[in-house]
């Protein structure tokens, strides 16, 4: 059976009427849609010569037994956040099914190659993203915290995960499942507006930006707002707003696809009649480059203390989260490039803002490449998501290319 890129388009809006409803995609994991969308995966794969199964963290699996032991994976996730889009994360697994059923027709593979439907990459009932492919790469590391989850019922994460035959003690075990990868592949939607910006329906992704995430404390003093003079004022909103403003001048210096978001300033005593005593800031920072987030952080540091003293206030920075930049491998980032200019004319390579599963499987040591098809406006984790089918069409015929190259060089090493 010869590739089929026009099959994978119909089976996106085949899911989209089984699991989604006028606001969107409810596939969100741990639930009975998104079993539904499991069952409906599983229906579609029958009769490649692909064996399904479940790991010890939710994860499916299909395993299509080559000459040798060592697999190739294809992943992606069939989990959606509420009322999603129609292409996140599923695109990939249906995309990866056909590559797998066009590799399953022409004979036995010279790699095992493998299919997987990361478990919870959305993290959208218990906050917690990445859970099955976090636990398969053996980086889950919070199952005390994991423990204590529980959703907007009131359910707990170890009860509803349970309800799927998975145990938080046990989950770690799914890290065999990478233990003979040879490599993994995923294309996702960017979820951004770089590719639609350039004209471009294809990106070879480069890696996921690190994140350096804090909450800033501003503290001046309550004063009444019409008695204290604007000189006499300690106000510890003017020192977040400051801040707010210099990022743009500081990730535009630093650059290379800086971005920095203040994301919340919460004021009190948030009256009318007074000057904010305490204000605190949220702030994200994002690049690709280690030295350069440092850098972000340092610089931002730096002007709220200059702007502390110019106000007259006091500042204090506490870390909430963070992660280092993930790189993906350069020889199969190659392969993204090469596969895409073939059925593109153009490439181009851009970073990841988001962070995805294969995120965690490259951390986990294992070489990794990611492909970006376009995003209509940007947007996703919206019902308004979408590509248009010529560019899912393409990413499928890059998604089968970038295969066919790694099992070639995986085959070979
Ligand atoms: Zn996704």
Known sequence: MPLDPSRTVAELRE??????????????AWTDTWQRAQEWMSSKLEGTGA????????????????AGERALILGGHLDSVPNGGWLDGCLNVIAGSEVLRRIAAEGEPPLTVRLVSWADEEGARFGRSLFGSSAAAGSMADQGE???LNDADGRSLPDAISAFGVDLDGA???????ENAAAY???HIEQGPVLESMDLPLGAVLGTFGVERHRITWRGQAAHAGSTPMDKRRDALAGAAKLALEIREIAARVGDGAVMTSGGV??????????????????DMRHLDADKLAELYGAAREASERFAQEEDIEVEWERIWQIEPILFDETLVGFADEAIQEVAGTSHRLPSGPLHDAAEVSRAGVPTAMLFVQSLRGLSHTKLEDTKSEHLELAVQALDRLATKTLAWAADR
């Open 15 to 28: 899911l989209r009427e089984l699991t989604g409803d006028e606001n969107g995609a409810q596939r969100v």
């Open 266 to 283: 919460v004021t009190k005593p948030g009256i009318v009649t007074s000057v904010v005593e305490t204000a605190e800031q949220l702030l």
């Open 146 to 148: 994991l423990r204590a």
């Open 185 to 187: 592949l995923e294309l």
């Open 51 to 66: 064996a399904e199964s479940f790991d010890a963290a939710g994860n499916q699996w299909w395993t299509l037994p080559g």
């Open 172 to 178: 770690l075990d799914a890290r065999s499942e990478l």
